[in-house]
């Protein structure tokens, strides 16, 4: 595996593969990689001859008060548990190479960044989309993948695709939980023991609703606060639960029948996010 700071160094080994007609899968990542991660990467091996993973901690992303400066960096340890994956190219750039001068032209994001994730953290999806649209630029991927976890992100990453041609095709790579349930996530190394230990109640929680929902209930609007409830009573603090359609993440009704339910509920500082996928 080769490791590249450079843009130019990634341009001309990407050029040197597309002579030979040879097809690149990408992996966008913040680092501190766990299971979730190497699924992605393992994914991207399975679908193209070259596989390229980046780790950059994006600021423009994270909002003010957010953990940018504390976010766990953990370059070493990454690169070792990618070489052992055959990653071909580890792309590792700078601040200044991403940001080589203050922005004057980003993307912003419409209506879908309004809600769920996208409520709580103002700009964060335009940070997002402005980076990856950057990274798929530099890289040139023919197709990139995404984890399920973060499913708002990976609907948004589908819609500027869709929106602004790009010619990218975007994989979209299932949760991995813990043996526990609990959803992989950079941000579980933030939590206590004692909240390590509640933290897979949010999953067990979701999955009660779904199956109250596959059982028939039919009163959406009292099953949410009934569940808000029960996250709080449990000890985090709901930021949102909400039950979606999957093609668009509008509301859902029960007239909908591809669904997800999507959380993010704190355990003190930590936010964690989860979702389930379901169809009735
Ligand atoms: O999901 C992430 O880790 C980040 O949001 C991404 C896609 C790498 C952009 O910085």
Same mark, same amino acid.
């Given at each position: 595996m080769?490791?590249i700071?450079?843009r130019q160094?990634?341009?001309? +080994?990407?050029?040197?593969?597309?002579?030979?007609?040879?097809?690149?899968?990408?992996? #966008?990542?913040m680092?501190?990689l766990h299971a979730?991660?190497l699924a +992605?990467v393992?994914?991207a091996? &399975?679908?193209?001859?070259?596989v390229?993973? $980046?780790?950059?901690?994006?600021?423009?992303?994270?909002c003010?008060?957010?953990?940018?400066d504390?976010?766990?960096?953990?370059?070493?340890a990454?690169?070792?548990?990618?070489?052992?994956?055959?990653?071909?190219? +580890?792309?590792l750039?700078?601040?200044?190479?991403?940001y080589?001068?203050?922005?004057?032209v &980003?993307l912003?994001?419409?209506?879908?960044?309004?809600r769920?994730c996208?409520?709580s953290?103002?700009?964060h999806? /335009?940070?997002?989309?402005?980076?990856?649209c950057k990274?798929?630029?530099?890289v040139?991927?023919?197709?990139?993948v995404?984890?399920?976890?973060?499913f708002?992100?990976?609907? *948004?990453?589908r819609?500027?695709?869709?929106?602004l041609?790009m010619?990218v095709?975007?994989? !979209?790579a #299932?949760?991995?939980r813990?043996? /526990?349930g609990?959803?992989? $996530? &950079?941000?579980? !190394?933030y939590l206590t023991?004692?909240q390590r230990?509640?933290?897979?109640v949010?999953?067990?929680?979701?999955?009660?609703?779904?199956?109250? *929902?596959?059982?028939?209930?039919?009163?959406w /609007?009292?099953?949410l606060?009934?569940?808000?409830?029960?996250?709080?009573a449990?000890g985090?603090?709901?930021?949102?639960l909400a039950i &979606?359609?999957?093609d668009?993440?509008?509301?859902?009704?029960?007239?909908?029948? /591809?669904l997800?339910i999507l959380?993010?509920?704190?355990?003190?500082?930590?936010?964690l *996010?989860?979702n389930? #996928?379901f169809?009735?």
């Amino acid at each position: 595996m080769q490791a590249i700071r450079n843009r130019q160094a990634l341009t001309e +080994l990407v050029q040197q593969w597309r002579r030979l007609g040879e097809t690149i899968a990408f992996v #966008p990542t913040m680092g501190n990689l766990h299971a979730g991660h190497l699924a +992605l990467v393992k994914q991207a091996a &399975s679908l193209a001859d070259r596989v390229v993973v $980046s780790i950059f901690v994006n600021p423009t992303q994270f909002c003010p008060g957010e953990d940018f400066d504390n976010y766990p960096r953990t370059e070493q340890a990454d690169a070792e548990k990618l070489a052992a994956e055959n990653v071909d190219l +580890l792309f590792l750039p700078m601040l200044a190479e991403m940001y080589p001068q203050p922005a004057m032209v &980003s993307l912003t994001v419409g209506e879908l960044a309004n809600r769920y994730c996208g409520n709580s953290r103002p700009g964060h999806f /335009d940070g997002v989309v402005t980076v990856v649209c950057k990274l798929f630029n530099m890289v040139q991927p023919d197709l990139a993948v995404f984890g399920e976890k973060d499913f708002q992100q990976l609907a *948004i990453i589908r819609r500027m695709v869709a929106d602004l041609n790009m010619p990218v095709q975007i994989i !979209g790579a #299932p949760l991995v939980r813990e043996s /526990d349930g609990l959803a992989m $996530s &950079s941000r579980n !190394g933030y939590l206590t023991a004692e909240q390590r230990k509640l933290a897979p109640v949010l999953y067990q929680l979701l999955q009660r609703l779904r199956n109250e *929902i596959l059982d028939g209930r039919e009163d959406w /609007d009292d099953l949410l606060e009934q569940y808000r409830q029960h996250l709080n009573a449990a000890g985090f603090k709901t930021d949102y639960l909400a039950i &979606s359609r999957v093609d668009d993440l509008l509301q859902a009704t029960p007239k909908d029948h /591809d669904l997800v339910i999507l959380a993010a509920a704190c355990l003190g500082k930590t936010r964690l *996010i989860d979702n389930l #996928p379901f169809h009735r």
